[in-house]
């Protein structure tokens, strides 16, 4: 009886030995291959998501809501942690919004395109609405994503084109999709020209008033979003 019973106990030792081996490790996105953080403040932190062709990121848990914008698109491969590996398209321009901090994910991403596949990825620090109102802005401004947590809009200006003033009442950022050259104008401010690149941010405080004109001979693509 007794060498059955440690006989028993070796076994469910060996096994849970065996699964432990074969479980990977997970890492913080923040600490995981190829997700740089570049920015942060109390309420937000930025990641440059850049996965060169061929590379894998690896297991990492993603556990804060979060808005990411793809800046160089490729084929990747995504693995949930105990699915099917799936491919996916990644589309230049394309926002999502994601509310890990409901439900956490555990995924593993490789590209395997030609090229790099390039994501910003914006998490969201605090855990519930902060209770900020988010404007409502003029007609060239498309809204893109409105929930709980954000209102983004996509604004495409074209050489010379303008955009009207706009008021901004709550925190945000500005994620640059095309790039161009860029004339910021404030009440009271000269005017600020911006040389953007594509995969360029910038922080938005809230009670900024602001026009914004393309100067160059290219299209000009923005994502803008506040904070609610």
Not at 155 to 182: F, K, T
């Amino acid at each position: 009886m007794n060498r059955k019973y440690f006989a028993l106990i070796g076994l469910l030792g060996c096994t849970a030995q065996a699964i432990a081996q074969e479980s990977p490790p997970v890492l913080p996105v923040e600490e995981t291959p190829y997700h740089l953080p570049v920015f942060s403040n109390h309420l937000v932190t930025l990641l440059n998501v850049s996965i060169p062709s061929g590379a894998t990121a690896g297991y990492h848990r993603h556990a804060l809501d979060s808005v990411a914008l793809v800046v160089a698109q490729a084929k990747t491969r995504s693995q949930v942690l105990g699915e099917v590996a799936k491919e996916r398209e990644n589309l230049i321009g394309t926002l999502s919004y994601s509310p890990y901090g409901q439900r956490s994910l555990v995924h593993n991403v490789t590209n395997i395109d030609a090229g790099p596949v390039r994501v910003i990825l914006v998490e969201l620090l605090e855990p519930e609405p902060s209770g900020t109102t988010a404007a409502t802005r003029a007609v060239a401004y498309k809204v893109e994503l409105d929930n709980e947590r954000v209102r983004a809009w996509r604004l495409r200006l074209g050489p010379g084109q303008q955009a009207p003033v706009i008021n901004q009442s709550a925190p945000g950022m500005r994620l640059v999709v095309e790039s161009g050259q860029l004339i910021e104008s404030q009440p009271g401010h000269p005017d600020r020209a911006m040389d953007l690149k594509t995969g360029d941010f910038f922080w938005q405080d809230a009670g900024s008033s602001r026009s914004l004109r393309n100067a160059g001979s290219t299209p000009i693509e923005l994502i803008e979003f506040e904070l609610k």
